[in-house]
């Protein structure tokens, strides 16, 4: 199962892109998403949010 962020709680700081081991995030409209499709559901980017915005699916 991949992660997912919110979009109501990212705040586009980008925290999450540079934790990503598999380069799965990106920056898009000033909010951050993550690619499932490279996700291995490492759970780094969770842990590196400060604000909670990413859960899993």
């Known amino acids: 199962m991949a992660y997912k ?3 109501n ?5 980008c925290a ?11 920056q898009k409209n000033d909010k951050c998403v993550i690619n499932s499709s490279k996700c ?4 780094i980017c969770e842990t590196n949010c400060p604000v909670s915005a990413i859960f899993i699916e």
């Open 9 to 13: 709680l990212c705040v586009g700081c």
């Open 16 to 26: 999450c892109i540079g934790s990503c081991p598999e380069s799965a995030i990106e």
């Open 40 to 43: 291995v559901s490492c759970g």
């Open 5 to 7: 962020i919110d979009n």
